[in-house]
Each structure stands twice: as C-alpha cells, then as structure tokens.
C-alpha cells in the first residue's frame, strides 16, 4: 500500500534538503505518494493568513507531512506559521532524538551523547498572547495547562517505556514561575508514580544547560515546556554537530509532520551546500511511524555509512560536498549490492 504524504519544502533551505530527503525516502524503496505543497514567507504575506488553509486541509487528508522550514519574521510581521501549524493540528508533541554520527567530529568525541528531548508544542509563551498595556509596556502571557503537560509526560514516559529507556528528567524554572511551571512539573511527577521502572529527575533549566555543556553523556530523555525545549534543543544539537544533523517530529493524535529542529538559513540558501542530513532522519522518524521500520533503519544506516566514509560530507560537518553530492552518496548506500 502506497503512503500518502503532504511534503512541504518551505523557504530558504527548506526546498534544497527536502527534496533531497524525498529522494532519499524514494530509494528506500517505500511508496510514497507525495502531495507538495507551497508555504513561504511570501505566500504567508499574500495570503494575508497566519496558515493557508490548503496547508491544512492536504494535511488533514493525509494525515502525515514532512516539511522544511519557513522563515519567520523578527519583531513584527505575522506570527508563525510553524507555530500556527502545530497548534492548529494539535501537534503536542516535538520528539528530537539527539545522536552523534559515526564519524563526524565534534567536541565531544570521548563521551556518548544519546538524549531525547520532548518539547510541548502547543502553549507556553508560544501561544502568542502579548499585550501592549500602556505604551512601552508589554505583557507575554505564558500559558501551562494540566492538559498539555500531562499529554506531554506521558508521551515522554510512554516512549521510554517502549524503547526501554532508563531516565526522565523534567526541565523547568519552578523556583522562580512556581505556578506555571509548578504545574507543569506537578504533571511529570504524577505521570512518573505510573512508570515506577524508569528512574525521574528534575533540573532547573539553566543548570541543565551548564550540565548539558559539561557532562551530556549523563542525560537520557529530557521532558519540557515550550520555550525551554526550543532553546535546548539548538543547544543539544550544537554538542553534536550542529543544526544540520538534528531530526524532529511534531506528533499529535490525528497527525503528524515531521522536520528539522534548524531553521531556514538564509545565510546558505540558494547555494546548494545545506547539509540535508536533519531533514532526512526526520524521513526515518517518519518512515517508523508509518510502520516501515525496516525503511527507516536502511535509511538511517545509509546516511551513517557516509559519516562513515566521510568522503561526500557538507561543509558545516567539515567536508566540500553538495547537497545534491550527499544525497547521492546516501542514495547509493541505499542501492542492493550487485
Ligand atoms: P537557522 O536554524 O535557520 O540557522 C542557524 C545557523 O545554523 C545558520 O548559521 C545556518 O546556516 C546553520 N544551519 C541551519 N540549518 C543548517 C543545515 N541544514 N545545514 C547547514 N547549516 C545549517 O536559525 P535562524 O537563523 O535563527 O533562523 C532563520 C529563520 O528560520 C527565522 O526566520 C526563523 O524564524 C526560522 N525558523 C523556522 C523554523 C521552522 O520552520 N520550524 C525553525 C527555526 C527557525
């Protein structure tokens, strides 16, 4: 059976590595029939709507996208449509599994880093609520509901139990925001009381990102609000190679889009240098959730044979390819050996 998929490529980088990532997805061998759509930053302003309903609706018919990034404008301008997006399809939860690749040089090459971060995707400050109440006074309302930290928790809890991990740790700044995200902690605590096999922590945010800094090979699965999540999420990619390795899902109970945790780089677009490895893994998530597992671990293996290789790799992991010149090589692992 043929998969529906609603590809959206986005802007800056986006269509370079999406692309490249639905012909990679292509040489699995798995049938995707993939329906693209259009979302930029220049159709968001004509349109004159935060999120183009055809966006929605070709979702909402296929149930799965994958998607590039979309730029968004800074201090002004419309809101997100990332964000518009994930709320609209109650998209609640952002899954960003954090590895090295065999190979690649970083930092942290005499330590294993293998951390999970699950972002709450719907509220927080993202729910957009700001407020000029006299002038040069500003309200931003940051919004903690028992609903989402508690789906949130248990998508955490739920995920280690099925991949047998050991240890969640509950991110929040509950010392200075004790009801928002004392709440929200509240809910990771009850959730823990139903997972007695998997070991519960907690950790004031900015002491995690000093601990992430120092020691990363201590932190397993890493549950927390909106905000938090954004930010730790680029600080994680950064110990292992940077923005263009990092994969991620927005999962919801009705739908799913899949990308990137980077943004769309417009100081690299239109150079045909983006490393599409980020946007690939977040193919093999997908791949995975639409039950093609065996796809999915062919696809992870081919782009970790060329770190491996490290012959065809993009300049930001230190190499001279293209995209198209990865793409190739991951292609290639892909073929049936002769
Ligand atoms: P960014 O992630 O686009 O770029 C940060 C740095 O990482 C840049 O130096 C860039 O060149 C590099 N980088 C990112 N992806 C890369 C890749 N695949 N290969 C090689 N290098 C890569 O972050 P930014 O500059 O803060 O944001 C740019 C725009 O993207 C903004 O408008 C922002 O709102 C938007 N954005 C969108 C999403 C999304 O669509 N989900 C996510 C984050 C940011």
């Known amino acids: 059976m043929p998969h529906n998929v609603t590809l959206i490529p986005g802007d800056g980088i986006g269509p370079e590595v999406a692309v490249a990532a ?14 693209r759509v259009e979302l930029t930053a220049d159709i968001i302003a004509a349109y004159r709507e935060e ?22 404008p800074v201090a ?19 899954v960003r599994p954090v590895r090295q690749l065999p190979g690649l040089k970083t930092r942290y090459t005499d330590v294993v880093i293998d951390l999970v971060i699950f972002r709450e995707n719907t509220e927080d400050l993202y729910a ?22 508690t789906r949130i928790a248990r998508h955490a809890f739920e995920y280690a ?33 139903e997972y007695p096999e998997i070991e519960y922590k907690e950790l004031i945010v900015d002491n995690t990102a000093m601990q992430l800094v120092m020691r990363p090979q201590q932190f397993d699965l890493l549950l927390m609000p909106n905000l938090y999540g954004d930010i730790i999420s680029d600080l994680a990619a950064g110990l292992v190679g940077g923005l263009g390795i990092v994969p991620g899902a927005n999962i919801g109970a009705e739908y799913a889009v899949f990308e990137a945790v980077h943004g769309s780089a417009p100081d690299i677009a239109g150079k045909g240098i983006a490393n599409p490895t980020a946007i690939m893994m977040s193919g093999a998530m997908m791949l995975d959730y639409l039950g093609e597992i065996e796809a999915a671990k062919r696809l992870r293996g081919a782009i970790e044979q060329v770190y491996r290789d490290g012959r065809h790799l993009t300049g930001d992991a230190g190499g001279t390819a293209s995209t198209t010149e990865f793409t190739d090589a991951v292609i290639q692992n892909l073929a049936p050996s002769r």
């Open 22 to 35: 639905a012909r990679a997805i292509d040489a699995t061998g798995v049938e995707i029939i993939w329906e």
């Open 76 to 94: 002004g301008g419309y809101s997100s449509v990332n964000v518009a997006l994930r709320k609209r399809l109650d998209l609640y939860a952002n």
């Open 51 to 72: 999120l183009p309903q055809h966006v929605v609706d070709s979702i909402q018919r296929t149930r799965v996208g994958l998607k590039g990034p979309v730029t968004t």
């Open 161 to 193: 139990r099925k991949l047998k991990r050991k240890r969640v740790t509950a991110v929040h700044k509950a010392n200075i925001m004790k009801l928002g995200d004392g709440l929200f902690l509240r809910c990771a605590r009850e959730m823990a009381q």
């Open 128 to 149: 957009g609520l700001e407020h000029e109440v006299v002038t040069d006074v500003v309200t931003s309302l940051k919004v903690i509901t028992r609903t989402a930290s």
